[in-house]
């Protein structure tokens, strides 16, 4: 399987508090994968990483073989390429 994503050296911080380190993680096209973490492990701060809502403080984050670090901008159109089904619904009151 080729890799879809990959994290090195990814850290997030907010002020003086470190949220997320990530030394290395690969994740494979068509992999399944579980996060599971105690509360304030990280775990949402990983996923908004992944779907481009949130830069890394530190670090690169490699999509589909472009690399990206802190400083620049993800294009459009490799966003539109990811998408996030919340829990909650946000922005309309429906179930879906």
Do not use: W
Not at 8 to 22: C, F, P
Not at 79 to 90: A, C, I, K, L
Request: no cysteine.
């Amino acid at each position: 399987m080729s890799v879809l994503y990959s994290l090195r050296d990814v850290t997030v911080r907010y002020g003086s508090r470190s949220v997320l380190a990530v030394n290395e993680l690969d994740i494979h096209a068509g992999e399944v994968l579980a996060i599971v973490g105690p509360s304030g492990a990280g775990k949402s701060t990983l996923l908004r990483l992944l779907n481009f809502l949130q830069p890394p403080t530190t670090g690169a984050l490699t999509f589909e073989g472009m690399t990206f670090s802190p400083g620049r901008d993800v294009p459009l159109a490799v966003r539109r390429r990811v998408t996030t089904v919340f829990q909650r619904p946000v922005l309309l009151k429906r179930t879906v």
